[in-house]
């Protein structure tokens, strides 16, 4: 049972356009979400978070949408970069868990 | 820097080898896990450890083991590999609150089983 779903396994955008990510979630118990972005031959690293008790998050260029009811996010990529391919994972939790549930993840392509 | 350090980035191994990957933290993480990740399938975890000596079986722990006998040492082990567990292996570690702080992933290690 997938509970955090990518269902875009690739995306393809130019450079200086916006890039959205989307990712969906089945488990209404989920009450915190980040994104982790990946280069080939590396780990995942944080890129950004938010909490259920917010609906948006800024950091730079990117952004995190969180509509609750629709058990959507997104992540907003602006302007992007070359350097922003990669493979984005969105993972959820919830408050006292000691685990991470991730997406199956989206690779990202920017074209110059 | 903190850092979660895995001692190989590149295995190939025979299928019925026993097979060991050591992750090592410094961060004073209590949390630790294994995943692994294939194409389309995502991050999927094998095991965890929340404290020395202890762990939980993740999604897939079929066909693999691990050991933590010290809080910054976690060691995966394939007990007699196959070819289906070629794949990439991420180690993580975590502060207790893992819903708040997230993870710290290693660079990985790509196994290919032969």
């Known amino acids: 049972d997938q509970q955090v779903k990518q269902n875009s396994p690739s995306l393809s955008v130019q450079e200086g356009r916006i890039s959205i990510l989307n990712c969906d979630y089945t488990n209404s118990m989920f009450d915190y979400f980040l994104w982790y972005k990946k280069y080939p031959a590396e780990g995942p690293t944080f890129l950004i978070s938010?909490?259920?008790?917010?609906d948006k998050n800024e950091d730079g260029r990117f952004t995190v949408f969180l509509n609750k009811s629709a058990k959507h996010l997104s992540l907003h990529i602006v302007p992007s970069q070359p350097g922003d391919s990669a493979v984005y994972f969105c993972a959820a939790s919830r408050q006292g868990a000691q685990k991470l549930v991730f997406g199956q993840g989206t690779r990202l392509t920017i074209n110059p | 820097d903190v850092k979660v350090t895995q001692s190989s980035r590149y295995l190939v191994k025979r299928t019925g080898e026993k097979v060991f990957l050591e992750c090592v933290q410094d961060?004073?993480?209590?949390?630790m896990f294994w995943y692994r990740q294939d194409p389309g399938l995502g991050l999927r975890l094998i095991y965890f450890?929340?404290?020395?000596?202890?762990?939980e079986k993740g999604d897939i722990p079929e066909g693999y083991s691990v050991s933590r006998e010290k809080k910054e040492r976690f060691s995966l082990i394939l007990e007699s590999a196959s070819t289906n567990q070629t794949s990439m292996y991420l180690c993580?570690?975590?502060?207790?609150?893992?819903?708040?702080?997230?993870?710290?992933f290693g660079s990985g290690t790509r196994l290919t089983v032969v």
């Open positions: 938010i909490s259920s008790i917010k």
């Open positions: 961060m004073d993480h209590e949390n």
């Open positions: 993580a570690s975590s502060l207790v609150d893992s819903w708040y702080y997230g993870y710290t």
């Open positions: 450890s929340y404290d020395v000596k202890m762990k």
